[in-house]
């Protein structure tokens, strides 16, 4: 019905059109919505819980709460019993005598039983192996990836935990008592593939 030229003109509008649209299902979401991921992410949370005030001014000691960081992979995040170890106790009121609606929620999930569903802030791609405690006992703070907390209303991402942010520190000279510079290693850790990709 139509020339030839005209057909092949739909066929690469079309084809152009399937192609654009491809293009925004992949990278849309990567330019629309922060990613946890990046730099500067802090997801609200079911609970205004702080940092600031349980951390910073309060002193509590980060393994307390994360206790994994230490023995294992993960930091873990504190189940409601951690909680509420204070929290039987301390109900913080405000100026009216009213409980902090904070402490209203907590009291609510514990009650009924229900745990507290965090956002993560911290998520690295899973096909990436990493280990909280190789880096505790190497002598890394918390702060080195996690930047000040014990300042922080709320948690957020310090840095973007990409390969590159990995390498920079693997790849630095070693300090001077640290055990690889002991052991006379060029650099404070592995960079083999395998030591992060297995
Ligand atoms: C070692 C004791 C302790 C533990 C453990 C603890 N808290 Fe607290 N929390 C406190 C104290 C003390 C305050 C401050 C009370 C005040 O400001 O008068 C507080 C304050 C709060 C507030 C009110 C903050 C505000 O001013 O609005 C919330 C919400 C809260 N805690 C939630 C939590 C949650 C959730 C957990 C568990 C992940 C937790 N707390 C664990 C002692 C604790
Ligand atoms: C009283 C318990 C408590 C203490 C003490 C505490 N944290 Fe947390 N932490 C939590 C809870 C609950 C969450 C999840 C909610 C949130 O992100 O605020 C959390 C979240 C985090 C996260 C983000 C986790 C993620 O999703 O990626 C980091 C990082 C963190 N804490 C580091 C620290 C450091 C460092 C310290 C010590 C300076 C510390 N925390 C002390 C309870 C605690
Ligand atoms: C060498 C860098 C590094 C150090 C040091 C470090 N973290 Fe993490 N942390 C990470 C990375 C990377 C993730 C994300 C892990 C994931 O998504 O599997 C993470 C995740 C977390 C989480 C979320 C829960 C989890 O385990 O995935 C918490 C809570 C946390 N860290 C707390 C801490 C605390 C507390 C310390 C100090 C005792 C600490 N981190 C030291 C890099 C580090
Ligand atoms: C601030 C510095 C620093 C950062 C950032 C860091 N690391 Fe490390 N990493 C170290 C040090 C130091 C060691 C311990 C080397 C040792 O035990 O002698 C280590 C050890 C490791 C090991 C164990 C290596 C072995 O001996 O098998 C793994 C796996 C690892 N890191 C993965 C990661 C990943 C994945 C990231 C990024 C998400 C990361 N690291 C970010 C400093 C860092
Ligand atoms: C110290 C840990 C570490 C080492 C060593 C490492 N990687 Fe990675 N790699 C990562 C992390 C973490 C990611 C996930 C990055 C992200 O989420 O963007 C990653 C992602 C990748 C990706 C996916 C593309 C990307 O950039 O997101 C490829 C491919 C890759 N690594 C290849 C390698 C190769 C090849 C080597 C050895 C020359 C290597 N990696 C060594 C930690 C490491």
């Not at 925004?24 to 609200?44: D, H, I, K, Q, T």
């Not at 409601?80 to 005598?97: A, F, I, K, W, Y």
């Not at 930047?147 to 001077?176: A, F, I, Y």
């Not at 052991?183 to 083999?192: L, S, V």
Request: with cysteine.
């Amino acid at each position: 019905m139509f020339t030839r030229k005209f057909d092949r003109r739909v066929y690469v509008a079309v084809g152009v059109f399937l192609f654009s649209g491809a293009v925004a299902a992949s990278f849309g979401p990567y330019v629309l919505w922060p990613s946890n991921r990046e730099a500067g992410y802090a997801p609200e949370q079911p609970i205004p819980f702080s940092h600031a005030v349980h951390a910073g001014t309060l002193k509590i000691d980060c393994m307390y709460c994360h206790t994994g960081a230490e023995t294992g992979a993960q930091a873990t995040v504190p189940p409601l019993s951690t909680c509420m170890n204070c929290h039987e106790e301390v109900q913080p009121v405000d100026s009216r005598g009213e409980l902090k609606p904070g402490i209203v929620t907590l009291l609510d999930h514990w009650e009924s039983r229900r745990p507290l569903l965090w956002n993560k802030v911290s998520d690295l791609a899973d096909f990436a192996y990493f280990d909280h405690s190789r880096h505790i006992s190497a002598g890394i703070s918390c702060q080195e990836c996690h930047g000040p907390v014990e300042k922080m209303d709320r948690v957020r991402r310090e840095w973007g935990m990409k390969m590159s942010w990995c390498l920079n520190c693997h790849m630095q000279t070693p300090p001077p008592d640290s055990a690889a510079a002991v052991r006379g290693d060029a650099m404070r850790a592995p960079i083999h593939c395998t030591t992060c990709h297995r």
